[in-house]
């Protein structure tokens, strides 16, 4: 007896029943990479924005005045773009520092910068970029608000900034062949700075000092070579051998004479004070490099002893700037005529 024939299998029979697509893979599947490109986009939006406001000053103005979170990062561009190839305009742009100046008073003013918490640390962080972009202009209209910020001793952080930009100012203010309107107060203000129980503040206002000069600022600088800090003590020297004064010449054979140090692999803190020493080291050479500007003549023997040993440091630009000093100092004796 035949068996009853069995109908064919179908290949739809061996796939598993077709169920619904659960909430969390509709979410993968749509939702997250509509984010993702709603992230991009607001992203290329906030970037685009921004490089904007470099063609329409009175666009950051705008952004500045606003009270909202992002304002401090307005300002970091804002002086981002001043330093930057394009901003020779605005560097000029003495209505533009008016604003700033504006916009920093108003935010001191009202007492943002000393409120604790998120909300101060957001107005700290505003004044303090608003100080540094009014450094990098080029006019003597940016110098007023950032003597008023300087001599403030209440607010530290953004005294520090002040200052850190006056030193900036000074050197913009010399490259365009111009002056502080006022130079005297921009010099007490730093000076006040001077005296401040931050050593970060003292440091900063112990190279201002050097960078604008004068006669007070020389007198402050004898008086920070014996500082207790060694940053305020180091900047001090640098002031005073750029201004060809001779004496910082003992602090200067210290700074030349910092050991390397060589940090194991991973040991972050030895790598940044091996970075540090490299930048104090270097800065020194060019201290003396100024002094050879300034007056012409060779400095100590101690410290042409102490750049020859710096040839062959171990850190490249310690040993070429080392170098290239010692070839100038050569330079200089070869052409020196001989005493008759």
Not at 32 to 43: D, K, Y
Request: aromatic share 4%; net charge negative; proline share 6%.
């Amino acid at each position: 007896m035949s068996e009853p024939s069995r109908p064919a299998a179908r290949p739809d029979d061996a796939l598993p029943p077709v169920e619904p697509p659960s909430a969390a893979f509709l979410v993968q599947l749509f939702v997250v990479p509509a984010v993702i490109v709603t992230i991009i986009i607001l992203v290329w939006a906030a970037i685009h924005w921004l490089a904007q406001l470099g063609n329409d000053p009175q666009g950051y103005v705008r952004a500045l005045r606003r009270n909202n979170e992002g304002r401090w990062q307005v300002a970091f561009n804002l002086a981002g773009d001043l330093r930057g190839p394009g901003g020779a305009a605005l560097k000029n742009d003495a209505g533009l520092a008016g604003e700033l100046a504006s916009i920093l008073a108003d935010e001191v003013d009202g007492g943002r910068t000393k409120a604790a918490g998120h909300a101060g640390e957001q107005a700290r962080a505003l004044t303090g970029y608003l100080c540094r972009a009014l450094g990098e202009f080029s006019v003597p209209e940016a110098a007023p608000p950032l003597a008023a910020r300087a001599a403030d001793a209440a607010d530290p952080q953004t005294a520090q900034a002040a200052v850190e930009a006056l030193a900036v100012l000074a050197d913009n203010l010399a490259t365009a062949q111009r002056r502080f309107a006022d130079p005297e107060a921009v010099t007490a203000a730093v000076l006040k700075a001077s005296h401040s129980d931050v050593d970060a503040l003292r440091s900063a206002a112990a190279f201002t000092l050097g960078v604008v000069g004068g006669d007070a600022a020389s007198g402050r600088l004898v008086e920070l070579v014996d500082d207790a800090d060694d940053a305020v003590r180091f900047n001090a020297a640098i002031g005073l051998v750029r201004q060809g004064r001779p004496e910082a010449w003992d602090t200067c054979a210290e700074m030349l004479a910092l050991p390397d140090v060589s940090p194991q692999p991973g040991d972050r803190q030895a790598q940044a004070e091996r970075y540090r020493r490299a930048m104090i080291v270097v800065n020194a050479i060019k201290a003396v490099g100024r002094f050879l500007d300034a007056t012409g003549a060779e400095p100590p023997a101690q410290i042409v002893e102490r750049v020859r040993g710096l040839h062959d440091d171990a850190a490249g630009d310690v040993r070429d700037s080392a170098r290239a000093l010692a070839e100038r100092i050569g330079r200089g004796r070869a052409e020196k005529p001989a005493d008759r």
